[in-house]
């Protein structure tokens, strides 16, 4: 019997290896720095107690697991580990849950409202003679359309790819006391098929935190990237747990 209750992806990143998805729980907490193997996990919202598994990702901020009936669910990875604890408790959970799964790193930025049209005003000059004479009209404003870049065409897979460290900074998490660490990078390229990203950014993880990169850092690395807006950053693609990472030396 499916449960009514379940919040399928419309689109998500799926773990395609068991070194991706432990890197990835590393990162919420799920599991100690020192895990090489993946742990049971058990979703206790909705009156329930049943294993699940974490099987990918929408975003740093909503992990996708499965249930027992083989269904997708959307779930905040915070109360996910909460969940782990043997005193948890269903209080506020299902609130808790509907709000964990809005995507905080991606914002919608606001559409811009068209300006009330100025009333029209018929304006005279006044000629020599004392004549009222029509207003010449202003000339019309020429229209400029912005012309879009166009959209590329990502690899599913993973691909190996290049780029320069640019920027170290942190976007909100709503859902936490500290704030989510990142990377920036530009000059972003896929080595093969060659195509150039641009600017691209990613989870500032504790594994790359042991290689101390430092900005102007270029390196190469193996990951998937898909179209993902970093919030309140004009960056519009995210690096999907970066691996393999070196940095390139002259």
């Not at 590329?152 to 989510?180: I, Q, R, W, Y």
């Not at 309140?232 to 747990?241: D, F």
């Amino acid at each position: 019997m499916a449960y009514a209750f379940a919040i399928e992806p419309a689109a998500f990143t799926r773990f395609d290896e068991e070194s991706e998805l432990i890197e990835q729980c590393k990162e919420w907490g799920l599991v100690s720095e020192k895990a090489v193997k993946a742990k049971a996990f058990f979703y206790k919202g909705n009156s329930l107690n049943i294993a699940c598994n974490i099987v990918g990702l929408v975003d740093p901020m909503t992990a996708v697991i499965e249930l027992d009936t083989n269904q997708l669910h959307c779930i905040h990875p915070s109360y996910l580990k909460e969940m782990q604890a043997a005193n948890y408790s269903q209080r506020g959970a299902a609130l808790t849950e509907d709000a964990a799964v809005t995507d905080e790193l991606e914002t919608a930025e606001p559409e811009e409202k068209p300006a009330k049209s100025a009333k029209k005003v018929k304006a005279e000059v006044i000629s020599e003679d004392g004549q009222a004479a029509p207003a010449e009209k202003a000339p019309a404003k020429e229209k400029t359309k912005k012309e879009k870049a166009p959209k590329l065409e990502l690899p599913e897979e993973k691909v190996k790819m290049k780029a320069t460290v640019t920027e170290f900074t942190t976007v909100p998490n709503n859902f936490s006391d500290t704030d989510d660490e990142v990377i920036i990078y530009e000059a972003v390229s896929i080595l093969d098929p060659a195509i150039e990203v641009g600017t691209a950014w990613s989870s500032h993880s504790a594994t790359l935190k042991k290689l101390e990169l430092a900005v102007g850092d270029t390196v190469i690395f193996e990951c998937k990237i898909v179209a993902k807006k970093l919030s309140k950053h004009p960056v519009p693609y995210k690096i999907n747990n970066p691996g393999k990472m070196q940095k390139v030396t002259d």
